[in-house]
C-alpha cells in the first residue's frame, strides 16, 4: 500500500496525537444514560393514529393561536379530553373529529396527514453511490453519496458518504458546517483534525464530532484512505 506524507501543516513533534483508545473510556465516563430505546417499537398501528391525529390537533390549534380552554369552549368538548386527544392517549370518535374539524376549520382528513405520510428508504447497491461535488473535491477529495431522504418527520437531514483520499489528494485546510459528523474508518491511515486536536484513525476507528469546529484530515499517512462520512443537520439548515 503506497505510503505518502504531505506537504500540508504538519503536528509538532512535541505535539502529542490523540487516540481514538485513548479517548473513549473518558466519552463513556461522562456519557449521559440514552434517552431513546433504539429497539422499540409502537404498541400497535391504532396507537400510531392516535399519536398522529393529536400532533396535527394541537398543530392546527396553535396555528389559530387558541388554547385549549378555547378549543374546549367552541368544541363542548372537556378539557381532559382534548388533552387525551392532544396526547395520543385516546382514540377520538368521528363525532369528537367532526367538532374538531368545524373549530378548526379543517376537514377532518387534514387529521390524518402525518399518519399516512410515505416514509421512505434508499438503497443503494455496492458501487452505485452518487459522485457530487462538495467543498473538498477541489482538493482531490471523492466523494459518493450512500443515501439521501430529503423532508422527513425526524426534522434531521443526514448524509452519508463514502470519501476516498488518492495519491491525487491533497490535505484540505479545513471543512465547517453546522450539525454533527460521524466517521468510521474503512482503509488507510489518516492523521485528522478536530478543533486543536489531533486523531491518528485507522480501519475500524470511528470520530463523532460537533462540525461546526474547524475539522479535515491533517496527514495522509497511508493511501489510498476510505472512510464513511455521516452528517447531520436540522431540516431547513445546510450542511456544507
Known amino acids: 500500500m503506497a505510503e505518502r506524507k504531505t506537504n500540508g501543516a504538519r503536528p509538532a513533534a512535541d505535539e502529542p496525537l490523540k487516540s481514538l483508545k485513548g479517548t473513549v473510556g473518558d466519552i463513556h465516563a461522562i456519557r449521559p444514560p440514552l434517552t ?8 400497535t398501528r391504532e396507537k400510531v393514529l392516535e399519536v398522529a391525529i393529536g400532533r396535527e390537533v394541537r398543530a392546527f390549534r396553535k396555528k389559530l393561536g387558541i388554547t385549549v380552554a378555547d378549543l374546549a369552549a367552541a368544541t363542548s368538548l372537556s378539557l381532559g379530553m382534548l388533552s387525551k386527544i392532544e396526547n ?5 370518535s368521528l363525532t369528537t373529529l367532526q367538532a374538531l374539524s368545524h373549530a378548526l376549520g379543517v376537514p377532518v382528513t387534514a387529521f390524518f396527514r402525518r399518519f399516512e405520510e410515505e416514509r421512505n428508504a434508499v438503497l443503494v447497491k455496492a458501487g452505485e453511490g452518487l459522485e457530487i461535488e462538495r467543498r473538498g473535491t477541489r482538493a482531490g477529495h471523492q466523494y459518493n453519496l450512500l443515501g439521501h431522504v430529503g423532508s422527513n418527520t425526524s426534522g434531521v437531514v443526514v448524509e452519508p458518504y463514502l470519501i476516498t483520499l488518492s495519491e491525487d489528494s491533497d490535505v484540505f485546510p479545513t471543512f465547517q458546517h453546522e450539525g454533527m459528523e460521524f466517521l468510521y474508518m474503512l482503509e488507510g491511515e489518516v492523521v485528522y483534525r478536530h478543533g486543536s486536536n ?3 484513525m485507522l480501519p475500524g476507528d470511528s470520530l463523532f464530532f460537533d462540525a461546526d469546529a474547524p ?12 472512510y464513511l462520512s455521516i452528517i447531520s443537520y436540522p431540516q431547513g439548515s445546510s450542511g456544507d
Open 215 to 226: 475539522h479535515g484530515p491533517e496527514e495522509l499517512t497511508t493511501l489510498p484512505i476510505r
Open 36 to 43: 431513546q430505546n433504539p429497539h422499540a417499537v409502537r404498541d
Open 198 to 200: 489531533l486523531f491518528r
Open 88 to 92: 395520543g392517549i385516546t382514540s377520538p
